[in-house]
């Protein structure tokens, strides 16, 4: 499991770099990022000299994971953004916000009775006493 959510992790960052123009996340940036939670640094270690190894390792991996992950691996695959306009996104999204509509239930309201006295704390709190129905 862990080389599968490698494989995504690193397409996913690879496919981030691409917007570097808008985002000015390119490969070195991004590594920078998640260098030292990817790789940390072992102690007693020169931090310095062994920070820019992992930045460039993990630089290297973002820049070249399609060559690293080649290999059939069993697992969901990030499917990059290439190609996609605005248009596209926002029908994705249009179509995604439908279907989370159609699969809520209609809501119908319902009547509680309070069971103990409740003085507000607040200015946007609600008092009630006892045998209140709410």
Same mark, same amino acid.
């Given at each position: 499991?862990?080389?599968?959510?490698?494989?995504?992790?690193?397409?996913?960052?690879? $496919?981030?770099?691409?917007?570097?123009?808008?985002?000015?996340?390119?490969?070195?940036n991004?590594?920078?990022?998640?260098?030292?939670?990817l790789?940390?640094?072992?102690?007693?270690?020169?931090?310095?000299?062994?920070?820019?190894?992992?930045?460039?390792?993990?630089?290297?991996?973002?820049?070249?994971? $399609?060559?690293?992950?080649?290999?059939?691996? $069993?697992?969901?695959?990030y499917?990059?953004?290439?190609?996609?306009?605005?248009?596209?996104?926002d029908?994705?999204?249009?179509?995604?916000?439908?279907?989370?509509?159609?699969?809520?239930?209609?809501l119908?309201?319902?009547?509680?009775?309070?069971?103990?006295?409740?003085?507000?704390?607040?200015?946007?709190?609600?008092?009630?006493?006892?045998?209140?129905?709410?």
């Open positions: 499991p862990h080389i599968v959510v490698t494989r995504y992790l690193f397409s996913f960052l690879n $496919d981030l770099s691409q917007y570097s123009e808008e985002t000015q996340m390119d490969p070195y991004i590594a920078i990022c998640f260098g030292p939670t790789c940390p640094i072992p102690e007693g270690k020169d931090l310095v000299q062994h920070t820019n190894l992992v930045n460039d390792l993990i630089k290297n991996f973002l820049i070249f994971c $399609d060559d690293i992950f080649h290999d059939e691996i $069993d697992g969901p695959l499917i990059r953004t290439d190609g996609l306009d605005a248009g596209h996104d029908q994705v999204q249009e179509d995604a916000t439908k279907e989370a509509n159609e699969d809520q239930p209609k119908h309201p319902e009547e509680a009775v309070a069971l103990y006295d409740y003085k507000r704390g607040t200015a946007n709190e609600l008092s009630f006493n006892k045998g209140d129905s709410l």
